[in-house]
C-alpha cells in the first residue's frame, strides 16, 4: 500500500486498491457531510455537502420508483468522493486516471453495500443525479456565466437548503443502516 488514506474510524484506507472489507458506513457519511458541493462556490451561509446531495438524489430516485438496490445506488452514487475527494467534472476532465480511480472506488463501496455496481450508475441515478444538478444551480449559485448541458430542468420545488454537518451526518448515516445489512 503505497498512497493511502487514514479515515475518522482510523482505517488505513488504499487509494489504489480499495477493499469491500475497509468500507465503514460512518467513514462515508462523516466525510460527505463535510465536502462542500461545487468546490465551495455556493451562494449559501453553510456549506451544501456531497451528503445533501446524495440524499437528495436517492429521494428522486425513489420519487421516479426505483426498486430498493437503485435508491442505495442513488444514496452511494458518489461514495467514492469520500475517499477521492469532490473532484467536479471540469477539474476531472484534466485528470488521466481519476475515472479509473472512481470506478475502483464505487466497485468497492458497491461490494460492501451488496449492491451491483451497475446500481451507482443507473439510468435512474444518472437521471436523479443530473435534475439534482440543475436544481442545485439554481438554487445555491449564483447567475450562470454560461449554459450548463445537464439536458433536464431542475425540480420545480426549491430542495436545496443547509442544514448543518451534524444533520447530514445523522440522515445519511440513518439511510445507510436502513438499507445496508449491518452497517
Excluded: N
Amino acid at each position: 500500500m503505497t498512497a493511502w488514506i487514514q479515515t475518522y474510524t482510523s482505517v488505513a484506507w488504499d487509494l489504489e486498491a480499495p477493499r469491500a472489507e475497509d468500507v465503514r458506513a460512518v467513514d462515508i457519511a462523516h466525510s460527505l457531510a463535510r465536502l462542500a458541493r461545487f468546490t465551495g462556490h455556493t451562494r449559501t451561509t453553510g456549506i451544501y455537502s456531497v451528503a445533501q446531495h446524495s440524499l437528495a438524489v436517492m429521494r428522486r430516485v425513489i420519487a421516479l420508483g426505483g426498486p430498493p438496490p437503485v435508491v442505495l445506488g442513488g444514496l452511494l452514487h458518489d461514495a467514492h468522493e469520500a475517499y477521492l475527494g469532490d473532484v467536479s467534472s471540469p477539474l476531472g476532465s484534466l485528470l488521466p486516471g481519476i475515472r479509473e480511480l472512481k470506478v475502483r472506488h464505487d466497485i468497492a463501496i458497491a461490494e460492501w453495500a451488496g449492491i451491483s455496481v451497475d446500481e451507482l450508475w443507473h439510468p435512474l441515478v444518472r437521471q436523479a443525479d443530473a435534475e439534482a444538478l440543475a436544481t442545485e444551480a439554481r438554487d445555491l449559485l449564483g447567475p450562470l456565466p454560461r449554459p450548463w448541458a445537464t439536458g433536464l430542468a431542475p425540480w420545480e420545488e426549491r430542495t436545496c437548503t443547509t442544514g448543518g454537518i451534524g444533520l447530514a451526518v445523522s440522515t445519511f448515516a440513518a439511510e445507510l443502516r436502513a438499507r445496508v445489512p449491518g452497517a
